[in-house]
């Protein structure tokens, strides 16, 4: 057996190589697209782009490896059938499931190492990712523009431009919502205008032609005034962007290792807890306050009246203060959940797909590429479907983030037992005369008590 099952781990390991060299190859494909733009049209240094390849990279490993395992499972299990050696293994008392035993081990492994991959690497690469990625928008203003969408890449600022040109930095039909601490908020718009980052200052600056402001009152909308202007500039200062400055604090959510993840749900829960204390605090007073006696003046007076409705508007406010935050700390549990449970599911997805693809393989007998790529897109677009469909029911709260999870992993799951049984006690595949059977065994159960 041991000869047999380093038969097995020797066949397998030059077609994931392969596997994974091709879905790599596909994924940087279309990651090298985006990035050398930064470099033909925004003129981003090489090296700066160079380092965001390389922190790119941990993802689409993460990413390429659960199809890497199904790809070469299909392709070596398929060379298997092909070649009689699953029915030379069966005529010396080896079942399949037994053959199935050293690949799946193997997977299993390196599940083990991408879960702590995708735990102690992968969150780190992301945010140096995120932090290159924000010191590049804002020391090259023009690698963050795009014509005809609104950018919200500057603090303090939303854009929209109608149109780019990347050699000259001049912009055209320029729309700016600016957002001033302390301020008005005020809307400009312009017909053309220009950007620059100025180091010295440590700055970025629109400058604008021939525009006009809008300024609105947010308290008293009807007062609104207009001015129109042959040149108006907007700095931006105190950006601390210089390449290699580690600015950047505040994580996402695939920026987080798994002890972040729980820290991160221990605080929302504090704040949940602490909501739903004050709501109670609230309440509690406004009953309480019924029941004390008091002494009433015969008149009741104006005063009196308006400091009561004060008192009670307090309330309403502070009662739906809390209720936000109730609802926002709600969400936030709910996608830190899916995020930890997705530091799982992904990568034991490596395991699942050997136990989808071996015993597809060898029902197929094909062990070429075509088929192997062809079957694998299939399912890895239905795993795909279940994985981005259920983390959007989990964030929304519809099901819970393990059932989001791992429903994709689950559906897999059965289809990986079925066909195993199918190969493992069948010479070959018969379909799903399985499913027609019990089809029709449950429509003459239905006459029969119908006809009664």
Known sequence: MKVLDRYIIRELIPPFIGSLTVILFVLILDFLLKILNLIIAKGVPVFAVGKL?????????????????????????????????????????IPFWRMLIPAAFAMALLSIVMILFGDKIVPNTNFESKILFSQIHRKKPMAVLQARIFIDEFPGIVLYIDRIDDKSEKLYGVTLYEKR??????????????????????????????????DIDPDDPTRYTLAEFD???????????????????HRG????????????????????????????????????????????????????VRRAMIIERKRYIEIRKMKFRIKNALYRIRKLAT????????????????????????WTRK?????????????????????????????????????GMWSGNAVLFVIAMIMLYRVTFEERFSGFGWLQKFIQKFKNFREKRFHK
């Not at 070596?76 to 029915?87: A, C, L, M, N, P």
């Not at 005020?186 to 600056?205: L, M, Q, S």
Request: with cysteine; proline share 3%.
């Open 253 to 304: 959510d695939r920026e987080l290792s798994i002890a972040m993840i729980k820290a991160k749900i221990v605080e929302q829960e504090t704040i949940l807890n602490k909501s739903r204390q004050r709501i109670r605090k609230i309440i509690t007073g406004a009953i309480d306050s019924i029941f004390i006696p008091r002494r009433y003046n015969s008149k009741l007076t104006s005063s009196s």
């Open 231 to 249: 040149k108006q500039v907007i700095n931006i200062s105190d950006l601390g962007t210089k390449l290699g400055d580690a600015n950047v604090k």
């Open 53 to 93: 390849f390389v922190y790119n990279l941990s993802w689409m490993f993460l990413l390429a490896m659960p199809m890497a395992a199904l790809m070469a499972s299909l392709m070596v299990f398929g060379k298997f059938s092909q070649d009689r050696e699953i029915t030379a293994a069966k005529s010396l008392g």
């Open 367 to 403: 062990g070429g590429l075509g088929i192997a790529v062809g079957l694998s897109f299939g399912f890895f677009l239905l795993y795909w479907a279940f994985l981005i469909g259920g983390e959007e029911l989990a964030d929304r709260g519809i099901v819970s983030p393990v059932v």
């Open 339 to 362: 995020e930890h449970q997705k530091k799982y599911s992904l990568p034991l997805a490596c395991l699942i797909f050997l136990l989808v693809g071996a015993p597809v393989g060898a």
């Open 181 to 214: 601490t302390g301020g008005k908020p005020r809307t400009i718009t312009a017909p053309e205008g220009e950007i620059h980052y100025d180091n010295d200052a440590d700055a970025i600056k629109f400058t604008l032609y021939n525009g006009v402001i809008h």
